[in-house]
């Protein structure tokens, strides 16, 4: 129903024009770039498990390699449905790696890379899947461990970084025209990866009512997610510190907005980091029996501070007048944007369910031989079941 | 080969908007897009204020941010320093706008043959014209213009992509001033070569001290502006136009 009525929104948006959309001029840009950040973000952040499993040899990570693979292709495709629904000229975006000479444009680079790492993802979930299905072949795990391990710094550093230097480059919008932008958005899509891997072990656990990680591991996954938060959180502060200093108008104005209209994402942003780190620390450190609902609680608010952080990104920058003398319009989404948004979340998460079901996954592979785990962080209580 | 620029005197400017007029008749653009644009504003405290004006087209930047930012290309400079879009190549993902310190460009948010002040097909329309106002449609803009001889003068507005002032393109082809220039009551703009000493600007520019717009973002504008201070930041603006075309 929210696919179809996203479908709805889109071809109305498609006869009708942009101007369905919350835009204008002065706002160009809305939810669906902010979407598109958010997705492109989780998709670089879902590599993570990838080399926890090949990388750092934490084989309890292994159940959810492939679910991992398919969140990162899945939220790349979604990322890409919304920039396709934002330009206003869907067929000629697909031509857009064959202009290879736009070298300046951080768009076009950032173009080319959603077809390479959707190449690496694709290539990964192959000898994934051929190795759950049994294979032994020595060729198989050393492509499999090999591409998982090229995949985090691919993702980081080549797709995702990129992505904060989009508007990092703006010399016009003092909000954006910030050097941290880029190593910034390379740990906030760590965070947000991790944040959605979570409570996918969770549900999936729970719906198939069977432990597809232990607690251990899970606890290991709050840990790690506690310290990219963390991470965050300083880059977050001294981001704010260093822009709060600003002597230029428009830094002063951005600055009104972001404690202003925008104090609710805001808080959002802000307040839902510190909630969701209180919350992980509480339950690892005091309360380890709300493990399970403490991760899903500090993962929902975490993916939701990250979607506050990159709405507020998005708008603010452009909610400041580039002139005294141009009036800017305050930008809210509308009903069709939102629609279509919508739609395109569910669209992915619908697409998610029918591939779990279609492809082999590592909890209903024959049992195979493996070396017993490697621990590298103790964080259960001795005699746990990891 | 020409490097086109344009001065405009702002102590001679009196906010008629002639210009944005000229403009839109010779560009044909659709409601709520202002290739050119006079922002109007009040400075001062009751009872010392006043009201200023600042025309404001496409800066043509040397260094121009949206012609760096164009994923495809679609916005370019010519050899003659006008920086112009192929409108068969932008795909709208409006990356120009925000990176333009100058909000010049306007986004096809309307289907333009919608977005027109008339729809001269309409019968009730030729009912009030009986046929005596030829429907505005200027022909020299559907032509091949520019360096790559490509749709660049605005023809029939393109929904979904963006455009801007074209410094009258079609016109400079054929040795004619920009529509804002020729039509100007009070010669607020002077426009030609700024290579050469003799041209018009140059000879403005000599004349009178001179600022460009945003000159620390080191875009290198080659419109500028003589004869009033830039407008200050506690400058109040006194119109606002709808930039989403017809709604």
Redesign the interface.
Known sequence: MLVAQGLYSFARQQI????L?G????A??GLYIAGFVFFVGASAGSTVIGLTVHGFGRKDYEPLATRAILIGLLSLAAAVTF?AV????IE??L??PW?W??T?????YT?ITYYLFAAILLAELYYTVRLTRGSTEPRDRWMAKWLAIMAVPFALVVLHAPHGALFA?????EFWANPLLPPHFAVVALVSGMALVIPVAIVTSWLKKRELVGMHTLAHMGALLALLIAVTGVLDFFDWLVFAYSDK?AGVAAWDILFGSHLVLSVIHVGGYMAALATLLFVLRFRREWLVPGLVVASAITLLAVAGYRYNLVTV??AVS??????V?EYWPSGTEISIAVGIVALTALSYSILTRVLPLEEDAPPRREEPAVSTVRLAPAGEST | MPRYGMVIDLERCMGCRACMEACKVENNTPEGAFWMHVFRFEEGEYPDTKVGFLPRPCQHCENAPCVKVCPVQARYMQDDGVVLTDFKRCIGCRYCIVACPYGVNHFNWTPPEDAYYLDWDDPDVEKVTRGAVPPYDNPDLDEPHGDRGTLVAGGGHYDGTTEKCTFCVQRLEKGLLPACVANCPVDVFSFGDLDDPESAPSQALRSKRAFRLKEELNTEPKVFYTGQPPPGEEIRPIDIVSSTGGQ
């Open positions: 009708d024009g942009h101007q959309a835009l204008d001029d002065t160009p840009w920039i934002d330009v206003g000229r000629r975006m031509l857009l202009y000479r736009s300046t444009s951080m768009f076009f173009s480059v703006v010399k016009a919008r108008a920058g452009q580039l002139l005294p003398v141009i009036p319009s």
